[in-house]
């Protein structure tokens, strides 16, 4: 016994070394999962002894991923075919054509041979069975399998057919085992090297034996054409069972080792992804590798154009983390517009890592991705539903990362996480606040001791800066009545045409329909929510903070008890010369100085609005000034309203 262990450990040690000959593999890649998968549903329709089951109704063929490859992947498919179905008797010539088979696939990797030629394979049985399989409710089916000589009762080779069904059931077990450790990250976690030798050394024997069984498959073609034959389509039939058992207890051990080494992989790279910020990088390319290397290589893009993790070598990433579905539409196209629309932009860029709510991704959730992956500037995983599961578990467990929010993580070019969430601050100052770190932004907010204009509306509005820079006054209007928001435009229509040049926005949250105005409403008020939630960071209950007292009043505002409110100013005041009025009280002044009529004319409108709040004088008084000085407004000293004009002769 165990001298025929011997010749047999032998004899593998042969073929392993042979194999590994014919091994040149150039860099060509194929997505090997994703194509065993449609093998295996195809092969499993085709040899289903029930043909009443329905037809699958997708074809995901057309979806498979081969990326620098000189050859297409029906070409491959096709070109190993022809090779296979060459007729062979005897072992030694199997053997031979495994070997050549093995020189013609040498520049893939281990798991793209099997699966390609898992391909061959069910290419060949589907078209061989699927006549058969449509045969009893489809004639033309029917008469294209008479032609071929395919024998339409199964009955007489039922052994043979459920044979062929477990050899090749275990022939995708193996390969799935076989696809699993050449996705494993080895680079990323070093194991122990007496486990990886032993593992991948079984790897490519199971190779040999995978590319083997499914050719011998290919040579039983003939019994089953020839109906006559039953007895040797029996011995057939043995064969395949021999080989089935064989590969059986080949995959009982394999899985094993495939396990032992991803799980010891799992443990060595989470633990790594938990000293991200203790240990020293040169740049962040050891840990961009580490987030998206851990599987097939996982590639980058940017619309339809790849994008190699040492692109973004030397640049600060905002690693936004969301549900496929993104922000709101509008939110999401703002967060972009408040970074790439900013100087410091060549220095940043925007790397989406989509998280689905479960463990598995829907077609749903492909579809929506693919579509915004590929109308978005930003970098985005290629595949994001090959994430390493370790990768998504540490960024819901060890990150603040809640599913169904969004959330945006800086990364310095040292490969260092400076901030656990940005969002707010780029929601806020967008590229303003590069490279957005926790220092930075306690540097903003000493620049900004109040709740301008400037930091409500810069970015949102696409008229602000420009009336800045022209010096228009601006008027900031919210409430949730329209009566009320109506009276207001046409009492500021009626001081616009009196000569009052100002600015009304309606920033009222009651608004729903799509355009504009609601763009900027939803933008304005996801400002305010992110000054507070950056404000309540920072605030000591010692010390009260002005901005988190204005924001919180106009987030909390009570619509009940006062009609709404309005915020007079201009994008470069000072705090003291912006004006906050609130319901009644803005109705009863502009309509004041509607009566002011003329007399008011060369007035500023938040002048104007604040003098309407002092009450008239008592008595009447005259002012005297020269005709050519009659021109200017002249306001009475103690009430300070415009006073009426009159002209006196002496």
Not at 467 to 488: A, T, Y
Not at 608 to 634: D, L
Request: aromatic share 8%; hydrophobic share 35%; glycine share 4%.
């Amino acid at each position: 016994m165990n001298s025929t262990r011997s010749i047999s450990s032998l004899n593998e040690d042969i073929i392993v070394e042979q194999i590994l000959r014919t091994h040149d593999p150039d860099g060509r890649w194929i997505d090997s999962k994703t194509l065993l998968q449609e093998v295996e549903a195809i092969l499993s329709f085709v040899l289903e002894t029930d043909v009443s089951k329905p037809l699958p109704t997708e074809n995901c063929m057309t979806n498979i991923e081969v990326f620098d490859s000189k050859e297409t992947l029906p070409y491959a498919i096709s070109r190993i075919s022809v090779q296979m179905l060459c007729p062979c008797t005897g072992e030694n010539e199997i053997h031979t054509r495994t070997m050549f088979l093995f020189d013609l696939l040498k520049e893939y990797r281990w798991d793209a041979k099997a699966v390609l030629v898992l391909g061959a394979l069910a290419a060949t049985y589907g078209g061989l069975l699927l006549p058969i399989h449509l045969g009893s409710n489809d004639p033309v089916a029917a008469s294209i399998a008479t032609l071929n000589q395919l024998p339409m009762e199964r009955t007489k080779f039922r052994p043979w057919l459920n044979s062929l069904s477990l050899l090749i059931k275990v022939l995708v077990d193996v390969t799935k085992c076989i696809t699993e450790f050449e996705r494993l990250p080895f680079k990323q976690a070093k194991l122990d090297s007496n486990l990886v030798g032993e593992t991948m050394s079984k790897i490519r024997l199971a190779t040999y034996w995978v590319v083997k069984s499914a050719l011998a498959c290919l040579q039983q073609i003939p019994y089953f054409k020839q109906p006559q034959q039953a007895t040797e389509s029996r011995s057939a039939a043995g064969e395949i069972s021999s080989l089935g058992y064989q590969l059986r207890s080949m995959h009982t051990g394999l899985s094993k080792q495939v396990e032992e080494c991803s799980t010891q992989i799992e443990e060595k790279i989470y633990q790594r992804l938990r000293n991200i910020n203790t240990e020293t990088h040169q740049d962040n390319q050891e840990v961009l590798q580490l987030l998206f290397s851990l599987q097939d290589d996982l590639r980058l893009q940017q619309y339809s154009r790849q994008v190699a993790i040492t692109d973004l070598k030397e640049k600060v990433i905002l690693l936004l983390l969301s549900k496929p579905e993104l922000l709101p539409t509008e939110p999401f196209h703002f967060l972009l517009q408040q970074l790439y629309d900013h100087p410091s932009n060549t220095n940043t860029e925007i790397l989406w890592i989509p998280i689905p709510t479960s463990q598995k991704w829907t077609e749903e959730e492909k579809q929506t991705f693919n579509f915004s992956s590929n109308s978005l500037p930003c970098i985005s995983v290629k595949r994001p539903w090959l994430m390493s599961s370790t990768v998504l578990n540490f960024l819901r467990t060890e990150w603040p990362y809640r599913d169904g929010e969004t959330m945006v993580a800086v990364m310095d070019t040292n490969g260092k996480v400076v901030n656990m969430n940005a969002m707010d601050m780029v929601l806020i100052w967008g590229g303003k606040a590069y490279p957005f770190t926790a220092s930075k932004e306690d540097e903003l907010w000493e620049e900004d001791h109040t709740l301008s204009l400037q930091l409500m509306l810069d970015g949102i509005h696409p008229e602000f800066n420009t009336w800045v820079k022209q010096g228009r006054e601006i008027c900031l209007l919210g409430s949730d009545d329209s009566n009320w928001v109506d009276e207001i435009k046409s009492l500021a229509r009626k001081l616009q045409n009196l000569g009052f040049e100002f600015e009304l926005i309606d920033l009222s949250k009651r608004t729903v329909d799509s355009t504009e105005e609601s763009s900027i409403q939803e933008l304005f008020w996801l400002r305010l929510e992110s000054v507070k939630r950056s404000k309540l960071k920072r605030i000591e209950s010692s010390n009260p903070d002005r901005v988190f007292e204005e924001v919180t009043e106009l987030l909390e505002f009570d619509y009940g008890e006062h009609k709404g409110w309005a915020v007079i100013g201009n994008g470069s005041t000072a705090e003291k010369e912006k004006e906050k009025i609130v319901g009644k009280k803005l109705t009863e002044r502009m309509r004041r100085i509607v009566r002011w009529g003329e007399h008011a004319a060369g007035m500023s409108f938040a002048e104007a609005i604040r003098i309407a709040e002092e009450e008239p004088c008592e008595e009447s008084h005259t002012v005297v000034v020269p005709f050519e000085e009659g021109s200017r407004v002249v306001t009475c000293e103690k009430c300070r309203r415009p006073m009426k004009k009159f002209v006196a002769y002496q």
